[in-house]
């Protein structure tokens, strides 16, 4: 076989077939990836969200040279994100609901953020992975989450862009697990309070507590308040590595114990461990890694990005969550898959 052949074909002779395809297409994902970051940032579906656009009005309302600008659109086009017929932009049905900025289930704030401060931080990736230190604003003695919790509009748009990410995860708990047995829920780590919106919503029964860092207090409320919610999803600020938590039947945590090391993690367990009812139940849901580490390229990519963006975070498999759960004392647990790269990890007490 020639070792100059670019790949091999798994014809009918029974020869196999290699090629360098999957490597190219992974190696520069970044295209793709930063195409998308800067049409969010340059506002392209905000502005498509009026309706179609021809290319020249397209590229002057954006301020785009002429250069590039079709090749940016058409790259848009061609990846799925914008439609084009005759020479006349328009949103997809997705970009369309969750890319404009003016809808309330805009996501793009998360994306914002990925595309200011992830994409140039994961540029030292190589680094982090020499040292084990974080890479983000921390390396040079700025607190991005201490300037982003001092800003009411920006912190407003960083809980509302979790409840778009959550939103999935979310329905997908109301559905699965067994809330008939249970009248109270704790979320804790609430952000403004997208779970308990969905889970009040689908079980009339249930009164529900967020608990968060006092800042997060007005958007919770104003974001409950506005489907007429706040008699029944109430807001408690405090600490989580600080007990007593709350008591309740059911306490949630998403998207909370991988910013965390392991000793932080077990100490929030912990905590909701002691604020649970007996026979209560604590559910764990983020993108949990598949036992073997070999499926859940998201959730591992999230640990990646836990070393980024944290001194001690990592992401973790069903089985070790499990296991720090029936060191605590829950006497049952299990893994629970909810929709697309998150699963549920339930203890119950
Ligand atoms: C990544 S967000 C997760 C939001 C939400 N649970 C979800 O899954 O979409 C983490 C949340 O934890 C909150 N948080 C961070 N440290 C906390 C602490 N020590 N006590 C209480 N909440 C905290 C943050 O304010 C933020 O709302």
Redesign the pocket.
């Known amino acids: 076989m020639s070792a100059t052949r670019h790949h091999l074909n798994r014809s009918d002779s029974g020869e196999t077939t290699i090629e360098p395809g999957r490597i190219m297409e992974l190696g520069l994902g970044f295209w793709g990836s930063k195409t998308l970051l800067s049409a969010v940032e340059l506002g392209v579906f905000t502005e498509l969200a009026s309706g179609p656009c021809a290319r020249d009005e397209l590229t002057s309302r954006l301020g785009l040279h002429p250069r590039s600008a079709g090749d940016f659109l058409d790259t848009l086009v061609s990846l799925g994100m914008l439609s084009r017929e005759d020479g006349t932009y328009s949103n997809t049905p997705e970009t369309g609901l969750f890319l404009d900025r003016d809808k309330p289930s805009y996501i793009g704030g998360f994306l914002e953020m990925a595309n200011a401060r992830l994409y140039p931080f994961w540029g030292r990736l190589t680094e982090g992975l020499q040292t084990g230190e974080q890479q983000n604003e921390a390396r040079t003695g700025e607190d991005f989450f201490g300037k982003l919790?001092a800003d009411p509009e920006r912190l407003g748009q960083f809980?509302h862009a979790?409840?778009g990410?959550?939103v999935g995860?979310a329905h997908a708990i109301a559905a699965k697990f067994p809330f008939d047995g249970h009248s109270s829920v704790l979320?804790?780590?609430?952000?403004e309070g997208?779970?308990l919106v969905t889970l009040a919503q689908t079980h009339p029964h249930l009164t529900a507590v967020g608990?968060?860092?006092p800042p997060?207090q007005d958007p919770f409320e104003r974001y409950v308040g506005s489907f007429g919610l706040q008699d029944r999803v109430k807001f408690v600020a405090?600490?989580?590595?600080a007990g007593p938590l709350p008591s309740a039947d059911v306490i949630?945590?998403?998207?909370?114990l991988h910013?965390w090391n392991l000793e932080e993690k077990k100490q929030i367990l912990s905590n909701a461990y002691d604020a649970l009812a007996p026979g209560g139940a604590v559910i764990v849901?983020?993108s949990i890694i598949d036992d073997e580490r070999t499926e859940n390229a998201f959730g591992l990519l999230m640990s990646l990005n836990m070393l980024i963006e944290t001194q001690g975070g990592f992401d973790y498999t069903g089985a070790d969550c499990q296991g720090w759960m029936r060191e605590i004392g829950f006497s049952d647990t299990y893994v629970e898959h909810l929709a697309g790269p998150d699963s549920m990890v339930v203890g119950i007490k």
């Open positions: 919790y809980l979790m409840t990410l959550s995860a979320d804790l780590g609430c952000a997208g779970l608990f968060d860092l997060v405090g600490d989580f590595f949630t945590l998403g998207h909370i910013d849901f983020e």
